[in-house]
């Protein structure tokens, strides 16, 4: 019995690690935190495994953990580290480098409940209810988050909001 949990566990990350992987980054930023923020998420789950019924809200779970191990991180890595302005370099993947970089940094300001709200929803492109669903929240508070992470983000990128939707 156990042994066959711990199969479809094993099934379960084989098949949405990437996923996860790239979603981490999106909110941290840094393919090594990422990694660590995907393992703490993945190990949190396990260790609920044996409890967890129903397969359509697995997603929402495993994400939920992802997003909650961010915020928890980020709340401690805040208390004793001072952020730098540097954005490390990356390989851009389909969106021009320039614009990929632009956006992460202005994405870094914003706060981790609403970069999380702003991945799942442009990102990973779920929808309002989705998103409540994996974050453990409200839809009320989906459609505020939403709101102010976008204003931020126009309010950090000024001007170049406009050149950015233009390339």
Not at 13 to 19: E, F, G, H, I, N
Not at 126 to 137: F, H, K, N, Q, Y
């Amino acid at each position: 019995m156990r042994e066959a949990r711990e199969q479809e566990f094993d099934e379960f990350v084989l098949a949405r690690q990437q996923r996860l992987l790239r979603t981490a980054y999106l909110l941290c930023g840094d393919w090594h935190l990422a990694e660590d923020l995907t393992q703490n998420a993945l190990a949190k789950v396990y260790v609920g495994w044996h409890r967890i019924q129903q397969v359509e809200q697995l997603d929402a779970y495993v994400h939920r953990m992802l997003f909650r191990t961010y915020v928890d991180a980020y709340r401690r890595r805040r208390k004793r580290e001072i952020l730098s302005s540097a954005v490390p370099d990356v390989a851009g993947t389909g969106i021009a480098s320039d614009v990929r970089l632009t956006l992460l940094a202005a994405l870094a300001q914003v706060t981790p409940r609403y970069r999380a709200v702003l991945v799942l929803r442009f990102w990973e492109d779920r929808s309002v209810g989705e998103t409540a669903d994996a974050l453990g929240i409200s839809v009320g508070a989906v459609k505020s988050h939403t709101h102010r992470g976008l204003q931020k983000l126009r309010s950090v990128l000024g001007d170049q909001a406009l050149d950015l939707i233009r390339s």
